[in-house]
């Protein structure tokens, strides 16, 4: 039997899957604060603002077809949230199967800050090449 997932562990399930998943983006509005900062391990994921946030999640919705998102555990100390994900479907048309962590930091009930941690093998599975920063192969 899987181990019972917690009210935050679900919670945070709920609002990643519908903004991965279902690609709703209109969550986004209550979700995330408007001084939001994003680091991620390509160049074009690294910026701040709402606004750039979600110009990030529109374009990476358009590279996944039918994406599941599964939050496999959730650390939270404070402000801040650990959380180990695990996304499948196709990515530009090649079947995927990836990991990876995430750190974020929330404030009033919405995030100010998150970094996603990928690894170079998941980064060349994508088409990306972490030796440039991120830029497409």
């Known amino acids: 039997m899987p181990p019972r997932r917690s009210a935050r562990v679900l919670e945070v399930e709920k609002k990643a899957e519908e903004i991965v998943s ?3 983006l209109q969550v986004l509005d209550e979700t ?3 001084d939001f900062s994003l680091q991620t391990g390509v160049s074009a ?3 701040k603002g709402e606004e750039f946030f979600r110009q990030f999640v529109q374009r990476a919705c358009a ?3 039918d994406p599941a998102l599964e939050v496999q555990e ?5 402000e ?3 959380i180990h994900w695990r996304v499948r479907g196709a990515f530009r048309g090649k079947q995927m199967d990836l990991s990876g962590v995430t750190s974020a930091r929330v404030s009033e009930g919405k995030l100010t800050e998150m970094s996603n941690f990928i690894d170079e ?3 060349h599975q994508l088409g990306f090449d ?3 920063g991120g830029a497409p192969r």
């Open 121 to 123: 093998g998941m980064m």
């Open 32 to 34: 995330v604060d408007s």
């Open 63 to 65: 590279q996944w077809s």
């Open 45 to 47: 994921g690294r910026g």
């Open 80 to 82: 801040r949230l650990i």
């Open 74 to 78: 959730v650390i939270r100390q404070g």
């Open 22 to 24: 279902k690609k709703n």
């Open 130 to 132: 972490p030796a440039t």
